[in-house]
């Protein structure tokens, strides 16, 4: 029975040994400034994270919109160049315009977290974001790619 359950512990090992993600995104879009007892408490969280600090309505109201966190991670070429995360997005008031955001990180880096946030006027005068897309580089490098169903 032994020798079974440590085969099973080496399989699923193994099995997992292959995956890795080097980018990840999480979304969340804060639509009201309002917390009720309802709501899950996952869901809560992230509006009182996001709206920590505004003190008055209006504060709370320049911190809705949508929000993305990008963790990535590249382990095996530190060093090898700076990284470069670069997020293209379109709204829903631009048009076929393409806006981006982009974000350095030192080549010592092997991992890291970033949000973009497009909140406030951006928001509410840009539209919601209807597509994204997002790019991991290091140097010249391309890591990861990840983007929304309706991007083209």
Request: a neutral charge; proline letters at 3%; glycine letters at 8%.
């Amino acid at each position: 029975m032994k020798l079974f359950t440590s085969l099973i512990a080496t399989l699923a090992l193994a099995a997992c040994a292959g995956r890795f993600d080097p980018l990840v995104v999480e979304q969340f879009t804060l639509r009201d400034e309002s917390s009720s007892s309802g709501d899950d408490p996952s869901v809560r969280m992230e509006k009182l994270r996001h709206l920590h600090g505004a003190v008055t309505m209006a504060e709370r109201k320049q911190k809705l919109g949508q929000y993305y966190n990008f963790v990535w991670s590249d382990p095996q070429a530190v060093g090898e160049g700076k990284v470069e995360l670069v997020f293209h997005y379109q709204q829903g008031s631009s048009g076929s315009l393409i806006k981006k955001m982009t974000r350095e990180f030192p080549s010592s880096d092997a991992s890291g977290e970033v949000e973009f946030a497009i909140i406030g006027d951006d928001y509410f005068i840009g539209g919601k974001v209807l597509t994204w897309k997002a790019t991991l580089r290091r140097g010249n490098r391309e890591l990861a790619s990840r983007q929304s169903y309706l991007w083209q």
